[in-house]
């Protein structure tokens, strides 16, 4: 094996060059990420080593050796040859690149079939079961008869790189593979990736995450406006970045915990010994907090620690089986959240781009919230104006669609639009789960900003400990549906009392004397 080597990669549309001449080498048993601002051509270069680049965009280089193979004037015909065989994609999203229609054995076997297909009955299942376990997914053979909603997010993740690995590929290119996975589950994930080039494959791991290219990355390659504007050893790199763009990415993820004074106040909204089941499954156990005006409540835990669950109770769209939730002094359930009542609580939901209507403008999206909070049609467009200025967008963003919007842009459309009925709760879902550092440090810092200007209560429902220290005063931690440890973020950061606790905080690098 050679592992990769390109020189001069370019992309270009109708409007120009994307990719401006990147240059990339990854020997065998080397980890290489590839970071930078969500728009600056990551996952364009990803797809160009992959013979992937979307249609109406040209891919051309003055080297692009994959394994040895000179792949610059490759048809689609050859990269099939060469796609799944010599080199590998694992896609950031693995339940929308996993067929919902296809067990997860013929998703991993399908690989073997096309490029070596006399490998076939008893030698093909085998050789499944074995990239399942190499990927240490539990109980491979009954996964194999499994389909993709049947698993969690970071064992789908799991099956996708053991589809990717089946055939012994040279190279791996992995774009964004933890997005939105807890930090356990990330952890676990990016020890995977790091022991692939351990065993001799050259890896490119494309991602917005900085603590897991400081976790399993060898070297480190900073773009930005396509071009490569800093390279070099990671650790180098992560400790005395040169350029400025490499300098925002890395302080960008080193939030300071707020250290307010606790207030004193009545709760907005308290919960006491809430359970939520479903069927036998005991959803939300026990569970009891307190969220004030002008203060935040961070939920942390593992995927299914029952996190969205006690997020919909406090919306107001589920109901408790047990247990007393009140709002401003008065029971809380979806009998009492209808009409004005609804509109004090507002739920800002992970994924923007599913929350707004993709047929509507970015205006008439406003405009219809605005005028649920009795705004007079005659200044509706004024107060549109507002609150786009008011989550740092310009006036002339309300002639857009989603589409034309970055997902930073639509996740504060998606604020803007819970503010217009001015709530007093804000609950936000994994609001910033899939945005990059930076992007992420800017939609914190706006929501910091709005909760001082309007005494906001707010709670945030997330995986990311990194956010929590920066945006939270107090945190629960949940796991199995129940409260573990409750307490303010900064006594949770320095002195964890539960194992689980300290396993989230080793897992994403946050424990006392960590790297993060």
Same mark, same amino acid.
């Given at each position: ?167 012994d590929p040279a190279v791996l290119v992995a774009d964004e593979p933890t ?88 709760p907005l909204m308290s919960g006491a010994g809430l359970r939520r089941t ?58 009492? +959240? /209808?009409?004005? !009542?609804?509109?004090?609580?507002? #739920? =800002?939901?992970?994924? &923007?781009?599913? *929350? %707004? @209507? ?57 604020? +803007? /639009?819970?503010? !217009?009925?001015?709530?007093?709760? #804000? =609950?936000?879902?994994? &609001?910033?789960? *899939? %945005? @990059? ?50 307490g303010p973020v900064t006594r949770i950061f320095s002195e964890p009392r539960? !194992?689980?606790?300290?396993?989230? #905080? ?11």
């Amino acid at each position: 094996m050679s592992g990769l080597r390109v020189r001069e990669l370019r992309v270009t549309g109708p409007r120009g060059e994307i990719v401006r001449g990147v240059d990339l080498d990854v020997a065998p048993g080397e980890c290489v990420a590839i970071v930078g601002e969500s728009g600056t051509g990551k996952s364009l270069t990803a797809r160009a080593l992959v013979g992937l680049v979307p249609t109406g965009l040209t891919a051309t280089a003055d080297a692009l050796d994959i394994d040895g193979v000179d792949l610059r004037a490759a048809t689609e015909r050859q990269w099939r040859g060469v796609r799944g065989a010599r080199v590998a994609l694992v896609s950031q999203d693995a339940l929308v690149s996993l067929d919902p229609l296809r067990r997860i054995g013929a998703e991993v076997a399908e690989p073997v079939r096309i490029h070596t297909p006399s490998v076939r009955g008893t030698r093909l299942r085998e050789r499944v079961r074995d990239a399942l376990t190499r990927v240490s997914l539990p109980e491979p053979e009954r996964r194999a008869r499994q389909y993709p909603h049947e698993l969690s997010g970071g064992l789908r993740q799991r099956a996708l790189l053991a589809s990717a690995l089946v055939t012994d590929p040279a190279v791996l290119v992995a774009d964004e593979p933890t997005t939105a996975l807890d930090a356990t589950v990330q952890a676990r994930v990016l020890d995977l990736l790091r022991g692939v080039a351990d065993g001799g494959v050259a890896v490119v791991l494309i991602t917005h995450d900085i603590a897991a290219v400081r976790r399993i990355a060898d070297r480190v390659v900073v773009l930005h406006a396509g071009r490569v504007v800093e390279e070099g050893p990671t650790a180098d790199v992560l400790a005395a970045p040169r350029d400025p763009h490499t300098r925002a990415l890395v302080s960008a993820t080193a939030a300071d915990p707020l250290n307010r004074s606790p207030r004193s106040d009545a709760p907005l909204m308290s919960g006491a010994g809430l359970r939520r089941t479903f069927g036998d499954r005991v959803a939300v156990d026990d569970v009891s907090f307190e969220v004030r005006r002008g203060r935040t409540l961070a939920v942390v835990g593992e995927s299914g620690s029952g996190k969205t669950t006690l997020a919909r109770l406090m919306v107001g769209v589920a109901e408790a089986d047990a247990g007393a939730l009140r709002f401003e002094g008065r029971p809380w359930s979806p009998r009492v +959240a /209808r009409g004005s !009542a609804r509109r004090r609580v507002q #739920l =800002v939901q992970q994924n &923007p781009w599913g *929350a %707004l @209507d993709p047929r509507w403008s970015v205006g008439r999206t406003l405009a219809e919230a605005v005028a649920a909070a009795g705004v007079a049609r005659a200044d509706r467009r004024a107060a549109t104006a507002d609150l786009l200025r008011e989550v740092g967008l310009s006036p002339g963003f309300a002639k857009r669609r989603p589409s034309q919007l970055s997902g930073g842009q639509r996740q504060r459309v998606a604020i +803007a /639009r819970a503010l !217009a009925v001015s709530p007093a709760l #804000l =609950v936000l879902d994994e &609001p910033v789960s *899939a %945005l @990059d550092a930076t992007v992420r440090a800017r939609i914190l810092a706006r929501l910091r900003d709005l909760q001082r200007e309007r005494d906001l209560a707010m709670v945030f429902i997330t995986h990311d400990l990194d956010v929590v220290r920066g945006i939270a005063d107090d945190v629960l931690v949940m796991r199995d549906g129940r409260v573990v440890e409750a307490g303010p973020v900064t006594r949770i950061f320095s002195e964890p009392r539960h !194992a689980f606790t300290r396993e989230l #905080l080793d897992a994403a690098g946050s424990a006392p004397g960590g790297t993060a």
